[in-house]
């Protein structure tokens, strides 16, 4: 097999309810995810031979995908767990992906959540928090989350004269999206004057320039494109996927202005054979607000340092030249932690099934995901599309 | 580990204790490759440049350039209330490493990036001291 171009495709994909959902724990928000992807795709469970999940912080287990399909009393042939932080979804549909067109496994089912929101102490989410970076060279400094995404923001300004109201840009493009998705925690529309007035985080991020702390799960189920027909709803294929990583910890990062976004969608783009002009709608990591700014100029959408200005004038906006992040991204949609991307997915896959309603990508035929762990640190492009090929 | 107070106390490992014990002398100590003269920080078992294990340790001259930074307004745990508005800032060596720091020993308002800095430090207990940056 020369490459994976049109070889699998997704058919199933759904999303619990996410935000504020106190009555469900984390391994149920797994497990129903699961339910309603399987539901989509109009399977049992018995037929998913293959598992894959992401571990949760509120209730980890030693093998979490083995629970889970212990808890689901299913009984895969290839059962996988892995926890990468924010670009964890696209790198495992990758090897799922690949699992799949090499026959170790026919379907696969993939379930991520959490309730980082309503499952986790006082405590444990200072803990949680506090545990990211180095723990000798970067931890004593204190910094929290948002300070090392801010390290990446003053560089960008620094070096291309990025401006706070346009990383703000990014942040009322999301919500203005999320005003049409009856599913997103935050609905109420903002604009750019909101987004400089919330509280300082770490300069030069805001309350509204970084992402939210949510609850919630989705699932997809994938399988050979060959396959694929025999399922419920119209398929979407994988056209292109390609990863690059360049780090681990944030004060080793070979750039602060270009990431591994760069030769993942370089990767991605070969594979499908189409470049950034093709893309109909793209949903991008959005866990600070200059991450969107620069995946927008890694990935091709315009030059290096122009994504300050690409951002502007509504631009991402539905109705733009390039719609970002249509249900809402993690500044809107909801951010349960590890499977902030697959929410990108299932969005994804409802805009090129043409399910969106009033915030559907009119003619939408080629999507583009992208996810990122870490901090800019692992990256996944993923390119789908309705046709196969 | 934590200090009474809460703020991480680096536990050294056989790999990082050269530095630590530098640190605890006010020395920062940095790699550099006996084979092509690379230098590197963190610490580790080879040259990254040309994968010789011959490393040593060097005293680094602790001057070095803000590469980028950030001024922390909502601390990362209670620990480090009482120093917000604190600044974490990336700078560069001058023998060409980058490393983790806080500027210290002026308002965050007068950092800016490229600022020529100097390494200084805490003692944070007994044993470990953390270096920090502090305008030249
Ligand atoms: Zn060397």
Request: net charge negative; aromatic share 6%; with cysteine.
């Given at each position: 097999?020369?490459?994976?171009?049109?070889?699998?495709?997704?058919?199933?994909?759904?999303?619990?309810?996410?935000?504020?959902?106190?009555?469900l724990?984390?391994?149920?928000?797994?497990?129903?995810?699961?339910?309603?992807?399987?539901?989509?795709?109009?399977?049992?469970?018995?037929?998913?031979?293959?598992?894959?999940?992401?571990?949760?912080?509120?209730?980890?287990?030693?093998?979490?995908?083995?629970?889970?399909?212990?808890?689901?009393?299913?009984?895969?042939?290839?059962?996988?767990?892995?926890?990468?932080?924010?670009?964890?979804?696209?790198?495992?549909?990758?090897?799922?992906?690949?699992?799949?067109?090499?026959?170790?496994?026919?379907?696969?089912?993939?379930?991520?959540?959490?309730?980082?929101?309503s499952?986790?102490?006082?405590?444990?989410?200072?803990?949680?928090?506090?545990?990211?970076?180095?723990?000798?060279?970067?931890?004593?400094?204190?910094?929290?989350?948002?300070?090392?995404?801010a390290?990446?923001?003053?560089?960008?300004?620094?070096?291309?004269?990025?401006?706070?109201?346009?990383?703000?840009?990014?942040?009322?493009?999301?919500?203005?999206?999320?005003?049409?998705?009856?599913?997103?925690?935050m609905?109420?529309?903002i604009?750019?004057?909101?987004?400089?007035?919330s509280?300082?985080?770490?300069?030069?991020?805001?309350?509204?320039?970084?992402?939210?702390?949510?609850?919630?799960?989705?699932?997809?189920?994938?399988?050979?494109?060959?396959?694929?027909?025999?399922?419920?709803?119209?398929?979407?294929?994988?056209?292109g996927?390609?990863?690059?990583?360049?780090?681990?910890h944030?004060?080793?990062?070979?750039?602060?202005?270009?990431?591994?976004?760069?030769?993942a969608?370089?990767?991605?783009?070969?594979?499908?054979?189409?470049?950034?002009?093709?893309?109909?709608?793209?949903?991008?990591?959005?866990?600070?607000?200059?991450?969107?700014?620069?995946?927008?100029?890694?990935?091709?959408?315009?030059p290096?340092?122009?994504?300050?200005?690409?951002?502007?004038?509504?631009?991402?906006?539905?109705?733009?030249?390039?719609?970002?992040?249509?249900?809402?991204?993690?500044?809107?949609?909801?951010?349960?932690?590890?499977?902030?991307?697959?929410?990108?997915?299932?969005?994804?896959?409802?805009?090129?099934?043409?399910?969106?309603?009033?915030?559907?990508?009119?003619?939408?035929?080629?999507?583009?995901?992208?996810?990122?762990?870490?901090i800019?640190?692992?990256?996944?492009?993923?390119?789908?599309?309705?046709?196969?090929? | 580990?934590?200090?009474?107070?809460?703020?991480?106390?680096?536990?050294?490992?056989?790999?990082?204790?050269?530095?630590?014990?530098?640190?605890?002398?006010?020395?920062?100590?940095?790699?550099k490759?006996?084979?092509?003269?690379?230098?590197?920080?963190?610490?580790?078992?080879?040259?990254?440049?040309?994968?010789?294990?011959?490393?040593?340790?060097?005293?680094?001259?602790?001057?070095?350039?803000?590469?980028?930074?950030?001024?922390?307004?909502?601390?990362?745990?209670?620990?480090?209330?009482?120093?917000?508005?604190?600044?974490?800032?990336?700078?560069?060596?001058?023998?060409?490493?980058?490393?983790?720091?806080?500027?210290?020993?002026?308002?965050?308002?007068?950092?800016?990036?490229?600022?020529p800095?100097?390494?200084?430090?805490?003692?944070?207990?007994?044993?470990?001291?953390?270096?920090?940056?502090?305008?030249?």
């Amino acid at each position: 097999m020369e490459s994976l171009r049109g070889a699998v495709a997704i058919v199933g994909a759904a999303d619990t309810e996410v935000g504020v959902v106190p009555h469900l724990s984390a391994t149920q928000l797994y497990v129903k995810a699961a339910k309603l992807a399987l539901e989509d795709a109009g399977i049992t469970k018995d037929q998913v031979d293959g598992l894959i999940t992401c571990n949760s912080f509120v209730e980890p287990y030693l093998y979490h995908a083995e629970m889970i399909a212990e808890y689901m009393q299913i009984f895969p042939r290839y059962c996988l767990n892995v926890a990468t932080g924010g670009g964890t979804t696209l790198a495992i549909m990758h090897h799922a992906a690949s699992a799949i067109a090499t026959g170790i496994c026919h379907t696969v089912l993939i379930t991520m959540a959490d309730n980082m929101l309503s499952g986790l102490s006082r405590d444990k989410a200072i803990e949680v928090m506090s545990t990211a970076g180095h723990a000798q060279f970067e931890r004593p400094y204190g910094p929290p989350i948002p300070a090392f995404y801010a390290l990446l923001a003053q560089a960008h300004m620094h070096a291309y004269g990025t401006t706070s109201e346009q990383f703000a840009a990014v942040a009322v493009a999301c919500r203005k999206h999320a005003a049409l998705n009856p599913a997103a925690q935050m609905r109420q529309p903002i604009t750019i004057e909101d987004v400089l007035n919330s509280k300082m985080i770490a300069y030069p991020l805001h309350l509204l320039d970084c992402s939210l702390v949510s609850d919630g799960g989705a699932a997809i189920v994938m399988t050979a494109a060959e396959r694929a027909r025999d399922f419920r709803k119209k398929p979407v294929y994988i056209l292109g996927v390609g990863e690059g990583h360049s780090h681990e910890h944030i004060s080793q990062a070979r750039s602060l202005t270009t990431s591994a976004a760069k030769e993942a969608g370089e990767r991605a783009y070969a594979m499908a054979g189409v470049g950034p002009q093709d893309v109909d709608v793209a949903e991008l990591y959005d866990c600070f607000t200059p991450v969107v700014i620069i995946e927008l100029e890694d990935l091709g959408f315009c030059p290096k340092g122009e994504g300050g200005r690409f951002v502007e004038g509504g631009r991402i906006e539905l109705g733009g030249v390039l719609p970002v992040n249509t249900h809402g991204g993690l500044m809107s949609h909801c951010h349960p932690g590890h499977p902030g991307s697959l929410f990108s997915v299932t969005e994804a896959v409802r805009q090129l099934r043409g399910e969106c309603g009033p915030r559907q990508v009119d003619g939408a035929e080629i999507a583009l995901v992208h996810g990122q762990g870490g901090i800019m640190s692992t990256h996944c492009t993923m390119i789908l599309a309705k046709e196969r090929s | 580990m934590a200090t009474p107070a809460g703020k991480p106390v680096p536990v050294p490992t056989r790999e990082t204790q050269p530095y630590w014990e530098g640190c605890r002398k006010h020395e920062l100590r940095i790699q550099k490759c006996v084979a092509c003269g690379h230098y590197q920080f963190y610490p580790r078992l080879y040259c990254t440049a040309c994968m010789s294990e011959q490393v040593e340790w060097v005293r680094a001259s602790g001057r070095g350039k803000v590469l980028s930074f950030t001024i922390v307004y909502r601390p990362v745990s209670p620990a480090f209330a009482a120093d917000v508005p604190y600044v974490v800032a990336l700078v560069t060596l001058e023998e060409g490493p980058q490393m983790m720091c806080n500027i210290v020993g002026c308002p965050p308002e007068q950092v800016y990036i490229g600022m020529p800095v100097q390494v200084t430090f805490e003692d944070r207990t007994e044993e470990i001291s953390i270096p920090h940056f502090t305008p030249v």
